[in-house]
Nanobody, 127 residues
Framework: QVQLVESGGGLVQAGGSLRLSCAAS????????MGWFRQAPGKEREFVAA????????YYVDSVKGRFTISRDNAKNTVYLQMNRPKPEDTAVYYC????????????????????WGKGTLVTISS
C-alpha cells in the first residue's frame, strides 16, 4: 500500500515559479514510477509528467516541456514537480500518482489508470 500526499500548491503569477512535492508512505516507493496529472475546471484529467523508479528517464506532455521538471528523491520517498514560467492555462488541481508500470505504458495515457493517487493540490496561475 502506498499513500501519497501532495503539497506546494497555491497562487502564483504567470512567469513565476512553484514547486510541488508529493510525499509517499511505504518502503516500496523506489519500485514505482511516479507522476503528476492535472485537472482544470470543466476538463478531463490529463497527464503532465512522469519519472521511472531510478529517476533516469522522464516524460512530459508537450505543453509543459522546457518549463516543468519532474524529479524524485528515493531516500526521502518524495517526488517533485518544479514549475517554471507557469501560464494561466496551467491552473488546475495537480494529482500525484504511483504505478508499477513504466510511463510508456498505456495506463499513463489520458486521465490515467494508476495504482495509487493523491488527493490533489490546487495550483492557480494569475495573468
Amino acid at each position: 500500500q502506498v499513500q501519497l500526499v501532495e503539497s506546494g500548491g497555491g497562487l502564483v503569477q504567470a512567469g513565476g515559479s512553484l514547486r510541488l512535492s508529493c510525499a509517499a508512505s511505504g518502503r516500496t516507493f523506489s519500485r514505482y514510477s511516479m507522476g503528476w496529472f492535472r485537472q482544470a475546471p470543466g476538463k478531463e484529467r490529463e497527464f503532465v509528467a512522469a519519472i521511472i523508479w531510478s529517476g533516469g528517464t522522464t516524460y512530459y506532455v508537450d505543453s509543459v516541456k522546457g518549463r516543468f521538471t519532474i524529479s524524485r528523491d528515493n531516500a526521502k520517498n518524495t517526488v517533485y514537480l518544479q514549475m517554471n514560467r507557469p501560464k494561466p492555462e496551467d491552473t488546475a488541481v495537480y494529482y500525484c500518482a504511483a504505478d508499477l508500470r513504466i510511463p510508456s505504458h498505456p495506463a499513463w495515457v489520458g486521465s490515467g489508470d494508476m495504482d495509487y493517487w493523491g488527493k490533489g493540490t490546487l495550483v492557480t496561475i494569475s495573468s
